[in-house]
């Protein structure tokens, strides 16, 4: 129904920047708000940053101020730019798209993206 396709992912020095991309083709206006999980060595997938289609943001404490999510005007390409990089986020970002956009976050995730690695060297 709706496929996801991240790119953008690399290697960079601390204190550098990179920004991914997320292209949504299919369904797209079942896509009420989209965002980005990150998964490092761990078993766990940490929810980094969202955004509605109204245009609210959410970001994980540890990234606020340095990430900032943006979504296209046409709704189907969504960009993580990501400053300040650290050796802790250095992990695979998956692009994540759902429905719902509730308790100022997005809260429900349908669709996957393949992944893309973003490794911060020490």
């Known amino acids: 129904q709706v496929q996801l396709a991240e790119s953008g992912g690399g290697s960079v020095q601390i204190g550098g920047s990179l920004t991914l991309s997320c292209a949504a083709s299919?369904?797209?206006?079942?896509?009420?708000?989209m965002g980005w999980y990150r998964q490092t060595s761990g078993p766990q997938r940490e929810l980094v940053a969202g955004?509605?289609?109204?245009?609210?943001?959410n970001y994980a404490d540890s990234v606020k101020g340095r990430f900032t999510i943006s979504r296209d005007n046409a709704g189907n390409t969504v960009h993580l730019q990501m400053n300040d990089l650290k050796p802790e986020d250095t992990a695979v970002y998956y692009c994540?798209?759902?429905?719902?956009?509730?308790?100022?976050?997005?809260?429900?995730?349908?669709?996957w993206g393949q992944g893309t690695q973003v490794t911060v060297s020490s």
């Open positions: 299919g369904n797209i206006f079942s896509i009420n708000a």
């Open positions: 994540v798209a759902g429905p719902y956009w509730r308790f100022g976050a997005l809260t429900d995730v349908n669709y």
């Open positions: 955004i509605s289609s109204g245009g609210s943001t």
